[in-house]
């Protein structure tokens, strides 16, 4: 595991401000911190916080933090608290002293087990295909009871290029995305509610993604930009949120890991389609399927037949498109499967055990 940045308890921090909205606090930096107090209220740019209510005791979370990443990553962060955390929130963004602005990305944490009599909480960042390269703020926010941590630190998204092609359509497939459709339009809404709605209890899969079939020809590319030739002469452009894996009709389908089905059904551009939840918010999907041979709220294996390979939906030809998607922003699939999704072996677990045996 590649840890950009490693937060380690330092006792009394260099600066101490007294707050008063949205309540009365105290509010203890590291050196170096860079803020702002407007009107009572702290406004964050850079370095570490710790923020309490009068009488209470400030608390820490060891945390690793990513430095840097690039458009199709996942990134993953950890805190570890000897004290029970409410909750843990990462965001990607650009911080003024003056004013907040809305983030670019924001991913909620989940409680993923304890170590050495503590929690060990995980966020996942999905980076999207379309996210623009430039330096930001990684902002860490980890909550217990009223009293807060928070890191600001710097964070580049660096640039990646994407393969373009043209894709010519027919008739029936020219109206299939071109045609006003109110199904179209529920079915939509009701994948974006699904894939930004994590479950806390989906902790099942630990280790690196499997790819539905090694080795086997791709047709298209994740992040691939499309222009689409339509019947009518006109054109339409659109981003490649998968992998498209070309296989004969009727080829079983596995899962990429172990996980829970959150859906099972048929929709008009994605035809017969299976989505399983591995962590909370972070889901593999599997479209244009034969045939589905899983149901909603099946725990499935790593390997489980799910499914057969087909050409329902808006497709030229039998394939399975598999697509992984974190909190409703699609990644790289080749990335979520080159690493384990948690690694205990990693640095951060290594200084967790340091940090124990020291008594820190």
């Not at 003056?98 to 929690?119: D, H, V």
């Not at 330096?135 to 580049?156: C, D, H, I, M, N």
């Not at 099942?204 to 086997?216: D, K, N, T």
């Not at 974190?326 to 080749?334: A, Q, S």
Request: proline share 8%.
């Amino acid at each position: 595991m590649a840890v950009g940045a490693l937060a380690w308890p330092r006792g009394v921090a260099a600066g101490t401000i007294s707050l008063s909205r949205p309540a009365a606090a105290t509010c203890v930096t590291d050196d170096g911190a860079v803020y702002s107090v407007q009107d009572g209220a702290l406004r964050p740019v850079s370095g570490e916080f710790m923020i309490f209510p009068p009488g209470a005791a400030a608390f820490r979370p060891l945390v690793s933090e990513s430095a840097e990443g690039k458009p199709g990553q996942l990134l993953r962060m950890y805190a570890w608290s000897a004290e029970p955390l409410d909750s843990l929130v990462a965001e990607i963004g650009v911080v003024h002293a003056e004013k907040a602005e809305k983030p670019l990305l924001r991913a909620r944490g989940f409680r993923y087990g304890s170590l050495r009599g503590s929690e060990v909480w995980m966020v996942l960042v999905g980076i999207p295909p379309w996210e623009q390269p430039g330096r930001y703020t990684l902002t860490l926010t980890a909550v217990s009871g009223e009293r807060s941590f928070l890191s600001l630190q710097p964070f580049t998204l660096d640039h990646r290029s994407f393969f373009f092609e043209k894709i010519p359509l027919s008739g029936s497939l020219t109206d299939l995305v071109t045609v006003p459709d109110e199904q179209k339009t529920r079915e939509s809404q009701v994948l974006q509610r699904l894939l930004s709605t994590p479950h806390a209890d989906a902790v099942f899969e630990h280790g690196p993604l499997m790819v539905p079939f090694p080795g086997a020809r791709r047709t298209s590319g994740y992040g691939d930009r499309r222009e689409y030739d339509y019947a009518d002469g006109t054109k339409g452009n659109g981003v490649h949120l998968g992998v498209d894996i070309a296989e004969p009709e009727g080829t079983p389908v596995p899962a990429s890991g172990r996980g829970r089905v959150v859906f099972a059904a048929y929709r008009i551009l994605t035809g017969n389609t299976v989505i399983v939840e591995h962590l909370p918010g972070l889901f593999t999907l599997y479209y244009h399927l034969s045939a589905i041979r899983a149901a909603v709220g099946e725990v499935v294996e790593r390997g489980q037949l799910i499914g057969a390979v087909g050409m329902t939906g808006f497709a030229t030809g039998p394939h399975l498109h598999w697509e992984v998607e974190d909190l409703g922003n699609p990644v790289d699939p080749d990335a979520a499967a080159a690493a384990p999704l948690l690694d205990k072996t990693g640095d951060f677990f290594d200084i967790i055990g340091a940090a124990s045996t020291e008594g820190r």
